[in-house]
Protein backbone atom coordinates (compact mmCIF):
# COMPACT_ATOMS: atom_id res chain seq x y z
CA UNK A 1 0.00 0.00 0.00
CA UNK A 2 2.76 2.72 0.91
CA UNK A 3 4.31 1.78 -2.71
CA UNK A 4 0.56 2.91 -4.35
CA UNK A 5 0.76 6.35 -2.13
CA UNK A 6 4.29 6.72 -3.66
CA UNK A 7 3.33 6.00 -7.34
CA UNK A 8 0.15 8.04 -7.04
CA UNK A 9 2.19 10.93 -5.35
CA UNK A 10 5.08 11.10 -8.14
CA UNK A 11 2.11 10.72 -10.32
CA UNK A 12 0.48 14.11 -8.59
CA UNK A 13 3.86 16.14 -8.72
CA UNK A 14 3.99 15.17 -12.59
CA UNK A 15 0.75 16.51 -13.47
CA UNK A 16 1.24 19.87 -11.47
CA UNK A 17 4.61 20.24 -12.73
CA UNK A 18 3.36 19.80 -16.58
CA UNK A 19 0.48 21.96 -16.13
CA UNK A 20 2.80 24.79 -14.66
CA UNK A 21 4.74 24.37 -17.60
CA UNK A 22 2.19 24.79 -20.17
CA UNK A 23 0.78 27.70 -17.99
CA UNK A 24 4.48 29.21 -17.88
CA UNK A 25 4.61 28.36 -21.45
CA UNK A 26 1.07 30.05 -22.46
CA UNK A 27 1.69 32.82 -20.54
CA UNK A 28 5.34 33.83 -22.10
CA UNK A 29 3.78 33.95 -25.49
CA UNK A 30 4.15 37.40 -27.17
CA UNK A 31 1.30 40.36 -27.13
CA UNK A 32 0.96 39.53 -30.85
CA UNK A 33 -0.45 36.02 -29.99
CA UNK A 34 -2.06 36.97 -26.84
CA UNK A 35 -4.10 39.57 -27.83
CA UNK A 36 -5.57 36.88 -30.13
CA UNK A 37 -4.23 39.00 -33.37
CA UNK A 38 -2.35 36.18 -35.17
CA UNK A 39 -1.09 36.99 -38.06
CA UNK A 40 -1.67 40.37 -37.73
CA UNK A 41 0.96 43.35 -36.48
CA UNK A 42 -0.04 46.65 -35.53
CA UNK A 43 1.60 49.77 -35.83
CA UNK A 44 1.65 50.68 -32.26
CA UNK A 45 3.00 46.61 -31.61
CA UNK A 46 5.38 47.07 -33.81
CA UNK A 47 6.68 50.20 -32.57
CA UNK A 48 6.85 49.15 -29.08
CA UNK A 49 8.96 46.16 -29.99
CA UNK A 50 11.59 48.15 -31.88
CA UNK A 51 11.42 51.08 -28.94
CA UNK A 52 13.79 48.33 -27.51
CA UNK A 53 16.81 48.72 -29.62
CA UNK A 54 16.23 52.04 -31.75
CA UNK A 55 13.79 54.38 -29.31
CA UNK A 56 12.42 57.33 -31.56
CA UNK A 57 12.08 55.28 -34.74
CA UNK A 58 8.15 56.21 -36.31
CA UNK A 59 6.77 53.01 -37.54
CA UNK A 60 4.81 54.11 -40.59
CA UNK A 61 3.61 50.46 -42.20
CA UNK A 62 4.08 46.88 -41.37
CA UNK A 63 2.83 44.05 -43.85
CA UNK A 64 3.54 40.83 -43.98
CA UNK A 65 7.12 39.96 -45.31
CA UNK A 66 7.72 38.01 -48.60
CA UNK A 67 9.33 35.54 -46.66
CA UNK A 68 7.08 33.86 -44.34
CA UNK A 69 7.38 34.21 -40.76
CA UNK A 70 7.99 37.78 -40.96
CA UNK A 71 6.68 41.45 -40.85
CA UNK A 72 8.44 43.97 -43.33
CA UNK A 73 8.11 47.12 -40.76
CA UNK A 74 8.89 50.86 -42.59
CA UNK A 75 10.30 53.04 -40.19
CA UNK A 76 11.20 56.27 -40.44
CA UNK A 77 14.26 58.03 -38.31
CA UNK A 78 14.05 61.28 -36.61
CA UNK A 79 16.13 62.38 -39.25
CA UNK A 80 13.49 61.60 -41.99
CA UNK A 81 15.13 58.71 -43.61
CA UNK A 82 12.73 55.66 -44.23
CA UNK A 83 14.19 52.03 -44.19
CA UNK A 84 12.43 48.73 -43.87
CA UNK A 85 13.54 46.45 -40.98
CA UNK A 86 11.75 42.64 -40.43
CA UNK A 87 10.39 40.94 -37.03
CA UNK A 88 9.66 37.53 -36.73
CA UNK A 89 6.31 36.79 -35.81
CA UNK A 90 6.98 36.01 -32.36
CA UNK A 91 8.32 39.22 -31.71
CA UNK A 92 11.35 38.26 -30.31
CA UNK A 93 13.92 38.54 -33.32
CA UNK A 94 14.96 41.58 -35.82
CA UNK A 95 16.51 41.33 -39.16
CA UNK A 96 18.31 43.74 -40.90
CA UNK A 97 19.59 43.53 -44.57
CA UNK A 98 18.14 42.43 -47.37
CA UNK A 99 15.51 39.34 -48.37
CA UNK A 100 16.63 38.24 -52.12
CA UNK A 101 14.93 35.95 -53.88
CA UNK A 102 17.42 33.34 -55.05
CA UNK A 103 15.24 32.28 -57.74
CA UNK A 104 14.32 35.04 -59.12
CA UNK A 105 17.92 36.65 -58.00
CA UNK A 106 15.71 39.74 -57.16
CA UNK A 107 16.44 41.86 -53.46
CA UNK A 108 12.85 42.56 -52.52
CA UNK A 109 13.81 45.06 -50.23
CA UNK A 110 15.64 47.22 -52.40
CA UNK A 111 12.36 47.11 -54.76
CA UNK A 112 10.32 48.14 -51.63
CA UNK A 113 13.18 50.24 -49.93
CA UNK A 114 12.46 52.47 -53.55
CA UNK A 115 8.93 52.44 -53.73
CA UNK A 116 8.70 54.13 -50.24
CA UNK A 117 11.91 57.16 -51.11
CA UNK A 118 10.25 57.89 -54.59
CA UNK A 119 10.63 61.26 -54.81
CA UNK A 120 7.15 62.65 -55.86
CA UNK A 121 8.77 65.64 -58.90
CA UNK A 122 5.42 67.15 -58.98
CA UNK A 123 6.21 68.69 -55.49
CA UNK A 124 9.40 70.43 -56.15
CA UNK A 125 9.40 73.79 -56.85
CA UNK A 126 10.99 75.04 -60.12
CA UNK A 127 9.64 78.60 -60.25
CA UNK A 128 13.32 79.19 -60.10
CA UNK A 129 14.86 76.46 -61.54
CA UNK A 130 17.60 77.45 -64.70
CA UNK A 131 15.78 75.38 -67.50
CA UNK A 132 18.39 73.62 -70.09
CA UNK A 133 16.49 71.81 -73.30
CA UNK A 134 12.98 71.51 -74.48
CA UNK A 135 10.32 72.45 -71.74
CA UNK A 136 7.91 69.72 -73.47
CA UNK A 137 10.41 67.11 -73.61
CA UNK A 138 9.10 63.58 -72.49
CA UNK A 139 11.66 62.96 -69.41
CA UNK A 140 12.83 65.39 -67.33
CA UNK A 141 16.48 65.49 -65.33
CA UNK A 142 16.32 67.85 -62.38
CA UNK A 143 20.19 68.58 -61.11
CA UNK A 144 20.73 69.93 -57.57
CA UNK A 145 23.54 71.90 -56.76
CA UNK A 146 25.39 74.18 -54.52
CA UNK A 147 27.33 76.36 -55.90
CA UNK A 148 30.00 76.92 -52.77
Not at 94 to 113: A, C, P, Q, Y
Amino acid sequence: MKGVAMLKNVYFRSCVLFLLTAFLSIASVPTVYAAGNVGKLTNDQAKQILQKVAPGLKVLSVDKAAVKGLWEVVVQSGSGKKSIVYLDYAGKNLVLGSIVDLESRKNLTKEKFDKINRVDFSQIPLDDALLLGDANAKHKVIVFDDPD
